[in-house]
Structure formats: C-alpha cells, structure tokens
C-alpha cells in the first residue's frame, strides 16, 4: 500500500511562498490522482486542490485564488504544492491524499506539515 509523507511546511510572513511535498513510498503514483487537503483545530479536512492520474490537468479550491499551483514528478514519486502570496488565513495543517484512477474518497493521509503564516 501507498506511503504518503508530506513535507515543506514553516513559519512565514504574509505575501512569502512555499513549496510542499508529497512524497510517496511503498508504491507508486502512478495511477493516483492526488489532492492537498488543508487542516485547522475545531474544523474538518479543507480541500486545497488535486491533480488527475493520468494527465497533468489541476482543480483547485476558490479560495486559492491562482495563488498555488500542484505538479507532479513521477520520477521522483512526489507531487508538490507550490504556494505562493501566502495569506494568514492559509495557516493549517496541509495534507497529501490519493484516489486510485481518481475514483473514490482520496485517502492514505500522510503526518501533515504545518504552514504558519503571520501577518
């Protein structure tokens, strides 16, 4: 089974960018599709956005806004979260999550990485 880890996250200043990863083991992304999923204390698993299995073809939540961009490197088994004018309301634990054939409920959840961005 898929091994998910996430990784990237910091403390930042508003406006600054970061760059997350997801990186998978025990398998392959292959035939996946992957979403971040974005979480604070007291609320339920935010979608971020997703990237389909078998083309490069993204989704994103409104309040992204243009601001992150996901792309996938099969070679190197990761898909990354580029983020950048980070907002403070961007705060929260961001997590990687597949769907195989991008069918189903995404799941395998890695440990998370914290984004922290202050004002």
């Known amino acids: 089974q898929v091994q998910l880890a996430e990784s990237g996250g910091g403390l930042v200043q508003a406006w600054a960018s970061l760059c997350l990863s997801c990186?998978?083991?025990?398998?392959?992304?292959?035939?996946?599709?992957v979403a971040w999923f974005r979480q604070t204390p007291g609320k339920e698993r935010e979608f971020v956005g997703a990237?389909?299995?078998?083309?490069?073809?993204?989704y994103y939540a409104e309040f992204v806004e243009g601001r992150f961009t996901i792309a996938r490197d099969n070679a190197r088994n990761t898909v990354y979260l580029h983020m950048n004018n980070l907002r403070p309301e961007d705060t929260a634990v961001y997590y990687c999550?597949?769907?195989?054939w991008g069918v189903g409920d995404y799941g395998s959840w890695g440990q998370g990485t914290q984004v922290t961005v202050s004002s």
């Open positions: 990237i389909s299995y078998n083309d490069p073809t993204t």
């Open positions: 990186v998978a083991s025990e398998g392959t992304f292959d035939d996946y599709a």
């Open positions: 999550g597949i769907r195989r």
